[in-house]
């Protein structure tokens, strides 16, 4: 018997596992899968917690419900990677070897590496939403607010799913307009980056949404500390923003157990092939979805894009073949602009988000980076797709792994923007 | 894709004013590119244009975190010898492609 060791039962470790499970031989393959937790979080629902637009039982289920027959799930805390002896250490001592791994321990919020953000005012006046209790927390305190400065900031990048940000200001915007207290409330933008987004059309586009919402925007703004007492952030070039409520996305890093391995970027991200999906670190170590340092988004759509493309890599592996499948850095995100409506993105490593119609070419019936109500209705319509076809490994209809061109308006883009 | 010239060489640089060829780089151009960002060049700004320039080399990803653990500055030394935006400054003077380490 061979092993096939999956670290993490997120949405990518559990899609591999679904898959994996189907395509190998029960009576060749063992495949065991580590996580600590029991709950499986449905992330993209983390956005809509603090608005009282999803309750929290709409976002959780057990991990154990999503762990196909014949795949051994072991519930403990991993110490470390041994990559010389093909062996995993678990936290209770405990050993297990592995003929192939796949490291899907995704990615997590670090806000002890900013000065002053984890302070005792952390789910008080500071929050993060990337978390269940962050969300959870900031719920509470969005209910009993009365308005003042609310800033909603980035870190650093790379960051999960780079669009919630902005996604959070578009729906605080909306939520107070419906309490009727939107004049009381004061809402900036604050991003390292150059404007809204990562990508120059999209930026332009979602600027000009932020403008119309009233949203100020803080652009090249790279966070030296969080100044309690005078409640504002501070800038490495010393400029100031100023808060009464700071929802904050925090550094993004990988699992501090691929420090304790020995191997990980300056994030702990592992690095990957961004092609194969092959970890450069050893040839029978692969990485999927956050926990890569691939050049692509840190988003669900990516991940279960990447998990096709590591199956059938995976499959050549074991029939000792040349690694062919090639991933395209595909991602596809509904953007939530409140009010109901929503944007739609799809691009990858040498394609920008551009107009155009979604996924049938001139029909849509969705419509790429342009605000309508049908988008909305996709992005809700997800959260039953995630839970049904998406983390179990069904193939969705009309949306393929390698990112399709038809019915995009790309005359505006003739150059690669990597 | 434009050309300018800097030291009185024709250099190719991206719409946005980076070299896009780095083997047309010397540090007489670095100079010029530097003046036009107001940066007067120290010792310790070309230890860390030499630094930017050997990871673009080596093919490493360039972030503001990196430099400040490269142990040639910290991100506070960084901001104070780029003043604004001391990774996209630093780029450009050494002549190596705007960092792209958001995604």
Excluded at chain 1, 328 to 338: L, Q
Excluded at chain 1, 349 to 369: K, N, Q
Excluded at chain 2, 40 to 51: A, F, P, Q, R, S
Aim: glycine share 8%; charged share 25%.
């Amino acid at each position: 018997m061979k092993n096939i060791l999956i670290l993490g039962a997120g949405t990518s470790g559990t899609m591999m596992a679904n898959h994996l499970r189907k395509s190998l031989s029960k009576d060749q393959w063992n495949i065991t899968i580590v996580d600590k937790e029991e709950t499986h979080y449905y992330q993209p629902g983390f956005l809509f917690l603090p608005f009282d637009i999803y309750k929290p039982k709409q976002v959780k289920k057990s991990i154990d419900k999503f762990i196909p027959k014949g795949v051994n799930l072991v519930r403990e805390k991993i110490d470390r990677i041994e990559k010389d002896s093909d062996q995993v250490f678990l936290q209770n001592g405990e050993i297990i070897s592995y003929d192939i791994l796949i490291i899907a321990t995704g990615t997590d919020i670090a806000p002890q590496e900013i000065e002053g953000m984890q302070s005792d005012n952390w789910h008080k006046d500071v929050f993060d939403f990337y978390t269940f209790d962050g969300a959870k927390n900031l719920r509470n305190k969005l209910r009993e607010w009365e308005g003042g400065k609310l800033v909603v900031h980035i870190c650093e990048m790379p960051i999960k799913c780079p669009v919630a940000p902005l996604e959070f200001a578009f729906l605080a915007d909306s939520f107070f307009i419906n309490k009727d207290m939107r004049d009381k409330v004061d809402l900036t933008f604050v991003t390292p980056m150059d404007g809204a987004f990562t990508k120059p059309t999209a930026t332009k586009e979602l600027n000009h949404l932020l403008e119309e919402k009233n949203i100020k925007i803080v652009p090249n703004f790279n966070i030296e500390k969080v100044d309690n007492e005078n409640k504002k952030i501070v800038d490495y070039g010393g400029a100031e923003v100023e808060y009464d409520l700071l929802v904050t996305v925090p550094t993004n890093m990988g699992d501090p157990m691929i420090e304790r391995s020995g191997f990980g970027d300056d994030l702990n991200f592992v690095p990957t092939d961004k092609s194969t999906l092959q970890s450069t670190v050893k040839d029978n170590i692969f990485a999927i979805g956050d926990a890569t340092n691939i050049p692509a988004s840190k988003a669900g759509s990516v991940a279960h894009f990447e998990a096709e493309i590591l199956l059938e890599n995976i499959l050549r592996f074991i029939d000792g073949k040349e690694l062919k499948a090639s991933f395209d850095g595909h991602a596809n995100c509904f953007i939530e602009t409140g009010h109901g409506k929503a944007l739609l993105i799809d691009f990858n490593y040498t394609h920008e988000p551009v107009t155009g119609s979604f996924p049938l070419p001139g029909v849509g019936p969705l419509r790429l980076l342009k605000e309508s109500r049908m988008n909305h209705f996709g992005k809700l319509a997800f959260r039953w797709i995630y839970w049904n076809m998406l983390i179990k490994g069904t193939h969705i209809p009309f949306v393929s792994s390698a990112m399709s061109t038809a019915g995009k308006d790309l005359k505006e883009e003739e150059t690669p923007i990597l | 894709m434009m050309e300018r010239t800097y030291a009185g060489t024709c250099v190719y640089c991206s719409d946005q004013g980076y070299l896009t060829e780095l083997e047309q780089w010397t540090p007489e151009i670095g100079k010029e590119i530097a003046a036009e960002e107001e940066i007067e060049m120290t010792d310790k700004h070309w230890e860390v244009i030499k630094y930017l320039q050997e990871q673009c080399k080596n093919e490493v990803a360039l972030s503001i975190r990196r430099v400040g653990k490269s142990g040639v500055v910290n991100i506070k030394e960084f901001y104070a010898l780029f003043p604004g935006g001391p990774l996209k400054k630093a780029s450009r003077i050494a002549g190596i492609p705007k960092p792209v380490s958001c995604i």
